[in-house]
């Protein structure tokens, strides 16, 4: 009984298909939509192949259907490289271009490639500073956290230094925090342990960067040796002692923005840089 199930006669029927003849280990079929084509004997018999894949192409979608910014402009259907069928769409950005079948249906694919594109370029230029110094200086701050292959890595990220959670993937919030850097200077911590996080970064001197680089290259031999904080008076900075308390609370409180700080006091940006590298 199961031997007769699994014989292929001429003329018999699997599915849609009808056997013209057969071919070694493969058929001759005919599907009932008028298609012939070859199929190996096994997928007939275990049920596996029962028509050309018209029941599929019956569920097609129509020219001018929309999916995001794509609409189908062709309805017939190409095999891909992996087998997958193809539509031919036309982007909103002009482009053409056959796209997964499957993917448009469900909702995966919704441009040609440019809606990424644009809302990376709309990322990097809409606050207007992408060739910036500030701009810079915050993809720096990123790559020496993060990128393992950086030469400063083993002194930030390896050290277990990040960049805070609201200027990690948002330059514009970064800007705002830390203000326009005034001519000549780079951004640093004011607590080395911390991150790179509003309240504990400030723009300094290069100078004094520098500075601070020896600094830590110097612990990494060094880990025992304390290195005294240079000591400025004052009197030194010419700041009466109420502004130095008074900036140092603004700057607890969030306020990593030292032109606005110098602004709001009435005295120099270097005077202020000064306070908090020196007074907290």
Request: aromatic share 8%.
């Amino acid at each position: 009984m199961e031997t007769t199930k699994r014989i292929i006669n001429i003329s018999g029927k699997f599915g849609s298909w009808t056997v013209l003849e057969k071919q070694g280990k493969q058929v001759l079929c005919k599907c009932d939509c008028g298609t012939q084509k070859l199929v190996y004997s096994h997928t007939l018999t275990n049920g596996r192949s029962t028509n050309c894949g018209c029941k599929k192409r019956k569920e097609s979608i129509q020219v001018g259907a929309n999916f995001g910014r794509l609409t189908v402009i062709s309805d017939v259907e190409v095999k891909g490289k992996r087998g997958e069928l193809l539509l031919l769409t036309l982007c909103r950005c002009g482009t053409q271009k056959y796209v997964s079948k499957n993917s448009l249906k469900r909702g995966l694919t919704q441009s040609c490639g440019c809606l990424q594109r644009d809302s990376l370029k709309t990322d990097k230029t809409i606050h207007g500073h992408c060739k910036s110094h500030e701009y810079n200086s915050w993809l720096h701050i990123k790559r020496i956290c993060y990128n393992k292959n950086h030469h400063q890595y083993k002194y930030h990220g390896g050290c277990g230094i990040e960049v805070d959670a609201s200027w990690r993937d948002n330059f514009t919030q970064f800007l705002k925090d830390m203000g326009l850097a005034p001519e000549g200077t780079v951004i640093s911590r004011i607590d080395q342990e911390s991150d790179f996080a509003p309240g504990n970064c400030l723009w300094i001197p290069r100078k004094e960067h520098y500075r601070q680089i020896h600094v830590l290259r110097r612990k990494e031999f060094f880990i025992s040796q304390t290195l005294p904080k240079p000591v400025v008076t004052n009197s030194e900075i010419n700041v009466s002692p109420n502004i130095v308390r008074a900036i140092i609370k603004d700057h607890a409180n969030g306020e990593a923005n030292m032109n606005k700080l110098a602004t709001q006091y009435k005295i120099s940006t270097q005077d202020a840089i000064n306070i908090i590298l020196y007074h907290v």
